[in-house]
């Protein structure tokens, strides 16, 4: 699976922004979709997931109530709506997707990245 990521971009506190990750090369609606960040100096941690059908999701807690993931199965796409940005948000973002059953929250256990997007929050 190749995937695509986009959307990223510098974004004042308290706006939002949408990421999206176009996916090909396989059957998408068969792989479980996740957005993981990474900020300087920090680990790689999960932001959202979503299981491959899109009924279930997985939500970090610092985020919860503020981002929405969604995937559009028809478009071979993910989304990561996020609103009311604080600085703490700020990152590289990635999507990834695994062929694990279920929702894994753990970077390991996804098997394609894509190549990352920068969102910056500004204060």
């Known amino acids: 699976v190749q995937l695509q990521a986009s959307g990223g971009g510098l974004v004042q506190a308290g706006g939002s922004l949408r990421l999206s990750c176009a996916a090909s090369g396989r059957t998408f609606s068969n792989y479980g979709m996740g957005w993981f960040r990474q900020a300087p100096g920090k680990e790689r941690e999960i932001v959202a997931a979503?299981?491959?059908?899109?009924?279930?999701?997985y939500y970090a807690d610092s985020v919860k109530g503020r981002f929405t993931i969604s995937r559009d199965n028809a478009k071979n796409t993910v989304y990561l709506q996020m609103s009311s940005l604080k600085p703490e948000d700020t990152a590289v973002y990635y999507c990834s997707a695994t062929a694990q059953l279920g929702i894994p929250t753990t970077a390991t256990r996804y098997e394609y990245w894509g190549q990352g997007t920068l969102v910056t929050v500004s204060s």
């Open positions: 979503i299981s491959r059908s899109g009924r279930s999701t």
